[in-house]
């Protein structure tokens, strides 16, 4: 690789940081090469506030005197959408009367930064990220980096583009109803939207504060999974953070079921190529080893349409409501419309929603309790950006067919380029699986993306061959815990000290029930019960070289056991169960799920 690698061809972060570590090329020289690649884009729409060249090469030579084999992100040129706080910058939510400058970087942007990232700008968004469609913003309209009459997709349009145009290698967007899905599919790159909760949203201008997530924008999976694993974590600065940990990349599972919806159940509004690719689409899918099983999307349509038709429309009008009061002529004229809205609807019109969702939340937990994942298109077509401006709010409501329920039902979304189509509009599909299965679609999304050896973005750019999997062996040996040895319970220790790795969080089949039995520390146990007559207890999956695993196991005192736990996908893992004879005088806390949630009320108790 030649220190002009790549002089107007994007690389992915793992060949630029790989670059980096060998030498070949520097930091600066990066940097130097990321301007120079905007300033040849020649779009000012993309950014709405770029840092100064000369500082950017500053802070990309300082990073020579830190250990490169410390910082996953090691010289990576990053853009941030301009709705979440990075320190140097004023952010603006695409709005000049809104702009502050804040006083300190995002959680996320922090995190990025110690991980030896390097921001270098602002990317333009729909005002106050809503919109679907990339058009909304007084400082215009990013060209969509694949053709440049559709529409670039929004709200983080800028992020997308940039990512797309190879500008950089990997940008931060927000996703509230689809704004890091619908944008990555339109620029043909990959959109992470992780579990709720597992970025902060700290230094985030909120959308929908209860449903917003700080998404990923990058040209591969793998890409995007190094720069989610970089950000997760619990934040004391946000009251939505949650403490779910990012599991492993594995090897493409066996038995893999994904959902797919019944006959006569999708909506295209009559575009047949997008139709076709993503009937080709499902049909890679069972080429490369999964198994399609029809599901009923109705209910999930349902949910759809609470997000702009219900009381969440509020919480995009209280971030706003001193404007609109004070200077309304300064919000986009679509915008204003839609956000004005949330001042009508009463607490009667909320709790009446939340019922609601509620029992569709109970339906989708029923659909995965045999699928590990959905796919479904990312959206139904594309539009030019002529279209959408004569026709704003319905063309964007459709772009919002498949993404405005995922985060409404608590699911994790991969967006993945599936086909470039013959008259040169991208199609996409989406993963969604339910919260704290991040790893998993990313493990089975990265096969799927390199089976299509479709390009990178726009420049035309050759997929690398997949990265060989490190972090797992066939020497491992996975192992269910439920109780002490979770993820930061007191137990958990054991299982690193025997240098176990976190593979997934997921539930057993609803054929169990815990209890809290008398033991310091306090501990559960699980036992398997008559089909129909127990629940699915939360747990998590760690692998443990055989040694080790032999090690734990042996040190494992009684009551406990270690049988096969037969998951809510089917498949059986060995992992903790409980002796039943002591179970007389132990708490049966089934109902709380597992065993977070019951140390988590019985720490406030």
Known sequence: MKAEMGADQPETIAAIVAAHRAGTVTPAQ??????????????PAVFISLRDEKDAIAEAEKLATKDAASLPLYGVPVAVKDNIDALGFPTTAACPAFSYTPTHDSTAVERLR??????????????FATGLVGVRSPYGIPKNSIREDLIPGGSSSGSATAVGAGLVPLSLGTDTAGSGRVPAMLNNIVGLKPSLGMISTAGLVPACRTLDCISVFALTVDDAALALSVMTGPDQADPFSRDRPLGAITPFPANLRLGVPRNGQLIFFGDKKAEAAYADALKRWTSIGATLVEFDLEPFYETARLLYEG????????????????APDSIHPVTREITAAGARLTAADTFSALYRLQGLRKIAERTFANIDALVLPTAPTAYTTAQVLANPIELNSRLGTYTNFVNLLDLCGLAIPAAMRADGIPFGITLLAPAGRDALLASIGRVFHADTKLT????????APLAQLTASSSDEIPIAVVGAHLSGMALNGELKALNGK?????????????YALQTTPPKPGMLRVEAGTGASIELEIWSLSSSAFGKFVN??????AIGTVRLADGRGVKGFLVEPEVLSEARDITSYGGWRAYMAEAATA
Not at 114 to 125: E, F, Q, R, V, Y
Not at 456 to 463: E, L, M, S, T, Y
Not at 502 to 514: H, I, P, Q, R, S
Request: aromatic share 6%; charged share 20%; no cysteine.
């Open 30 to 43: 990066t940097i130097a090469r990321t301007y120079q690649r905007i300033r040849d884009h020649n779009d």
């Open 502 to 514: 976190l593979v997934e969080a997921t539930k057993t089949a609803a054929d169990y029930k815990l």
């Open 555 to 560: 040190a494992i005192p009684a009551p406990m």
């Open 114 to 127: 110690a991980a030896g990232a390097i921001i270098i700008g602002k990317t333009n968004l729909d005002q």
């Open 311 to 326: 009381p969440w429309v509020a919480e995009r009008y209280l971030v706003i409501k001193n404007l609109l009061a004070s």
């Open 456 to 463: 990178v973005g726009a420049k035309g750019v050759a997929q």
